[in-house]
């Protein structure tokens, strides 16, 4: 079936409209998927049908399938009816208890990233995986599969990088301490990071706000061959296409098999030909990690799969039981990291998470031996050796070396939350923290956060600070408080619980 | 949130396109799913993002989303961003093992319906039966909960019904004669049916050549009061809203878990208030149920579901194993129908099936005895007591009752396919028979079809007809051309296979 093209302005995936005649006439229901063809390029799409924003014989497509199909308005392109992917039998497969071969799973990776199956499919596969559990031979082919269904940045010399599994508010600004620490003792340490999805900052938020971090696998090679490290946007790579679409509908059914979380950090790190890997498993209270038994259940994967993979690995098992040093959101992380590089100290726990963190990369390079990664860490922060390579690393990507935290705007809109008693600071609430910064405007608000003026265990007086929200207006402001007031994130609690008679 | 409404003419289930800067704005990622309310009346939609398509502070919504909202353009609507529905919950504890109860059952068919979760959580739950198949009380709850989701069309007497699973082309004219046949009785048998989906045709597709089948449930049960009987389409009654969703996503991903088979057919009967049915399952080569020990698990299960939802069963196995009838597609179908009616006989696997099923009805309401229901079908065909009341079905439902065979058109564009040897015919293989006749037309032409003029067992000469294929267009006799050439639907075998030296 031939179609002349229209361009349709909506969404950024591909989309094909048809009108409703020609859906008929052809047998396309709507919703049924459909390969648009443009020579040997081709691009599958979930048929929208309409009486009026195309004619008959006209097949409406938006810029990210033109784009693909390399074809413009008035162009001609070919429809057909895919047959059922094959993938689709490999998952019932599975369902079924069988386990996939390479090319099996392979197949499906291929028709995630091709877009040769969807979503309705991608939930049976994510679904499959919770009553069966993929083997580690499954596991080990899906990361394989992922990593080269993307374009593989390649390095001539080793290649380090740490990567947190996430989950604790405030994480964000580690690695900005911990990167040009290590790539300041001369280890390429180039690492990609992800924005926020469900937090309310990713790394490349933060650093974003000090430099420019969407860049080029090309500007990525040159700058981490001469500044020895990078904190830039992964998503821009095409280093987790297959990724991307996972989590997508991982996010929408809210499924997040291990295994799955496995392959995705993983996947990334083989596509971006690291050979060196510190992972790092935040465990407490409303982080995504519990208990001790389930880290170290988690750790034992990691290092099975890299075992598997060829990548030397360190998992480090950290406090995870309240928000990292003392902000959460974009800007005012950005600050706090860019303060304790410029004075070579800052809060214990993010300073301490930093210098363990890479610590542990620096022995894991051979520049200090093993439990001396710490110490030596420490050392290059206190002389500022980090804040060094770090002015290097923002002037590389583009931004100002010279920036100072107080550069940094941050929202105006604020509102400190007191103590209501004389107490100790009992629990912080990581989940209800992410979700009133999210209120607040971040990520997509670089400005809004809350800075802490107490943390676990702190003893304080009736009325004194807890908290200070910030926000670009008084609407956020005012969505936050809400959340404030439901979720009450930092509890006090008065040395004396109970007077009996 | 509050947007204005614009109308956007696009697909025929609720959309809801926003301004790409407003969906930055409340952290609306496309594809999210949103609440739209008017009131209190809700609509979930999918967002669409465009930059162009609406602006700032308008949403897009089409036709269905603005009937269930009852607002117009211009109008303003309320837009929340829905927190997790809880049978996403319900599904993950099905996922991992756990039994449903009853209430988690109706919230998971609860937000199927008022697509609060949408198809990737749909095939979660669809995948979560193939590892961990329903159990009788899963089943039941599932049932229960598809059939009172609906609209329930209540009778004040016993309602019998008929029912095949289908899979075998031509079978969409039996329910023409035995339905009549049973409502000549006195039997109140409100019939109602589904289009094709993957058929070339549904029995509502083949009557609707003889009458309208589209009623309303107020009609249908002043008709069914007056002649005892009706042939209507069940899919404009709201007897199957959640049946609908979960078929869609079957079909998608092409999981058809034998539960939710036996669930579609029972939630629709116990909508329709029937409480004594009759289940045909043809087995043969070709057809959905290849053998009988699979039949006879399918019998079990809805022998056992029926006894727990207080309906009265028989199961017919059938031989399934060619097409029923001389005819495939509904012009054809329906000439053949009327005509053994008019009659009183016509083909033998016609009329031999229908005549068994009606009976078996005939026995359930003790018209007959055990054993004796074929005997007087078979009568009541004969004597043309089942012609009469075609014609006041037909009359009722607004056709024309003096209807002849020839008076019904079909498509003038035909090609006989001959035998190329002599011999006897040993396979019609239904499953291309299907695509054969889908590819001519079917169901959307109702003129397209075939019509054999050999059966299984019949001897020919070379050259002699074997089936006679009908379309509207030379376009589509060709296309249907292409695949007898591919499938070769009919096998001729000569009595010698093999001659040696």
Redesign the interface.
């Known amino acids: 079936m031939r179609f002349v093209v229209k361009k349709i302005?909506?969404?950024?995936?591909p989309i094909a409209?048809l009108n409703y005649r020609d859906a008929?006439?052809y047998?396309i229901p709507?919703?049924r998927r459909i390969r648009v063809l443009n020579n040997s390029r081709v691009v599958y799409a979930e048929v929208?049908?309409?009486?009026?924003?195309v004619d008959q014989g006209y097949i409406g497509l938006n810029e990210p399938a033109l784009n693909l199909l390399r074809v413009r308005e008035g162009d001609t392109v070919i429809v057909k009816i895919p047959p059922?992917p094959r993938s689709?039998h490999v998952?019932?497969k599975r369902?079924?208890?069988e386990r996939l071969s390479e090319d099996e799973i392979r197949t499906i990776v291929e028709d995630v990233v091709s877009g040769a199956i969807?979503?309705?499919?991608?939930?049976?596969f994510?679904?499959?995986q919770?009553?069966?559990p993929l083997s580690n031979e499954e596991l080990t082919e899906l990361i394989k599969a992922m990593a080269y269904a993307s374009e593989v940045v390649e390095f001539d010399e080793p290649v380090y990088d740490e990567h947190s599994i996430g989950g604790v508010p405030g994480n964000s600004k580690v690695a900005l301490l911990a990167v040009p620490t290590v790539a300041s003792t001369g280890i390429l340490i180039p690492k990609t990071s992800s924005r926020a999805i469900t937090s309310p900052a990713g790394t490349a938020d933060t650093m974003e706000v000090l430099a420019p971090v969407d860049l080029s696998p090309e500007e990525i090679k040159k700058i981490a061959k001469k500044v020895r490290g990078t904190l830039v946007w992964g998503g821009g790579l095409n280093i987790a296409i297959a990724d991307d679409i996972f989590i997508?509908?991982e996010r929408?059914?809210?499924?997040d098999p291990l295994s799955q979380m496995i392959a995705s950090i993983l996947s990334k790190k083989l596509a971006m030909s690291v050979n060196n890997l510190v992972i790092d498993i935040p465990v407490g209270k409303g982080a995504k990690v519990q208990d001790y038994a389930t880290a170290d259940k988690i750790a034992g994967l990691f290092i099975n799969q890299c075992g598997r993979l060829g990548i030397t690995v360190r998992v480090a098992l950290t406090f995870g039981g309240e928000p990292i040093g003392r902000t959460v959101g974009p800007a005012l992380e950005a600050r706090e990291a860019l303060k304790t590089l410029i004075e070579g100290k800052g809060s214990h726990s993010l300073v301490d998470k930093a210098v363990n963190i890479a610590g542990l990369v620096l022995e894991l390079a051979g520049k200090a031996d093993r439990g001396q990664g710490e110490k030596l860490a420490r050392e290059l922060l206190v002389k500022r050796r980090s804040y060094s390579k770090m002015k290097e690393i923002i002037e590389a990507q583009g931004g100002n070396p010279n920036i100072k935290p107080d550069d940094i705007p941050v929202g105006d809109k604020t509102y400190t939350i007191t103590s209501p008693l004389e107490g100790a600071v009992t629990h912080i609430d990581n989940v209800a923290i992410s979700l009133i910064t999210?209120a607040a405007g971040a990520p997509?608000d670089k400005g809004a956060g809350i800075y802490f003026h107490v943390k676990l265990g702190y003893r304080v007086r009736k009325g004194d600070p807890l908290f200070t929200i910030h926000a670009s207006t008084e609407k956020k402001l005012d969505d936050a408080l809400k959340l404030v007031e439901r979720y009450k994130p930092i509890m006090v609690e008065g040395m004396l619980i109970k007077a009996l008679p």
Do not use: W, Y
């Not at 929408?252 to 499924?255: A, E, P, Q, R, T």
């Open positions: 302005e909506l969404n950024d995936k409209i008929l006439q047998g709507q919703s929208l049908v309409s009486k009026t924003i059922n689709i998952i019932h369902l079924h208890g969807g979503e309705a499919e991608i939930a049976a994510l679904s499959s919770i009553p069966i997508e509908v929408k059914i809210m499924i999210r997509f």
